[in-house]
Nanobody
Framework: QVQLVESGGGLVQAGGSLRLSCAASGRTSRDTGMGWFRQAPGQEREFVARIGSRTFYADSVKGRFTISGDNAHNTLYLQMNSLKPEDTAIYYC?????????????????????WGQGTQVTVSS
């Protein structure tokens, strides 16, 4: 079992920044692929970023968001800069057994076994 707990969400004005954290515990290893997803009201959960053997980003956040991991503390981060109102969503971190995967496979929520409870990010215009 893997437990994931997100933090760092909040309300920010457009153009601002936030850093999300995800504390992982349980059966994690250096070979665990980790990702961030988000879900806005009435929309499906969508891929944001992924770290594993390679790093991938959704086109909508490329150049603005940075995913990173601190293996010593089992913590995953998502640095979000130049935030836009359309970034408003609940952000979830997730763990996958696939350390190596293509961009498509890495972006599919069904390929992640464990999920956190989510943290709300609201960007005002």
């Amino acid at each position: 079992q893997v437990q994931l707990v997100e933090s760092g969400g909040g309300l920010v004005q457009a153009g601002g920044s936030l850093r999300l954290s995800c504390a992982a515990s349980g059966r994690t290893s250096r070979d665990t692929g980790m990702g961030w997803f988000r879900q806005a009201p009435g929309q499906e959960r969508e891929f944001v970023a992924r770290i594993g053997s390679r790093t991938f980003y959704a086109d909508s956040v490329k150049g603005r968001f940075t995913i990173s991991g601190d293996n010593a503390h089992n913590t995953l981060y998502l640095q979000m800069n130049s935030l836009k109102p359309e970034d408003t969503a609940i952000y979830y971190c997730a763990a996958s057994p696939y350390y190596y995967c293509s961009a498509y496979v890495c972006s599919v929520p069904q390929n992640y076994d464990y999920w956190g409870q989510g943290t709300q990010v609201t960007v005002s215009s």
